[in-house]
């Protein structure tokens, strides 16, 4: 059974992509994540959004993100839904 509407969900993953790099906050549970790995982001850090992939019914749209550009090679891929896309994006 497919939950995704397929054709909407690739063109909001085009859209997304066009308008690489924007901003995000981390939602409650990708805030726990980043603190039990030791990285120091509070609900208010604006996160740079650098690749969004669409990855089907499982895991939907993902976002790639660093929490400490250049500062350290962690990053994250984190479901759309886990993220609070910046109001003034055009795609808010």
């Known amino acids: 059974m497919q939950i995704d ?3 909407e969900a690739q063109d909001l993953t085009e859209r997304l ?3 690489i790099p924007f901003q995000v906050r981390a ?3 990708l805030l726990k994540t980043m603190s039990d790995r030791g990285d120091t982001v509070d609900a208010n850090t604006w996160l740079p959004v650098d690749w ?3 990855s089907g019914d499982i895991g939907g ?3 790639g993100l660093e929490v400490s550009p250049g500062q350290t090679e962690q990053r994250y891929v984190v479901s759309i839904t886990h993220l609070e896309i910046d109001p ?3 795609l808010a």
Do not use: L
């Open 61 to 63: 749209i993902n976002c």
């Open 52 to 54: 969004v992939k669409y």
């Open 5 to 7: 509407n397929y054709q």
């Open 27 to 29: 939602g409650k549970e």
């Open 88 to 90: 003034e994006h055009p």
């Open 17 to 19: 992509e066009a308008t």
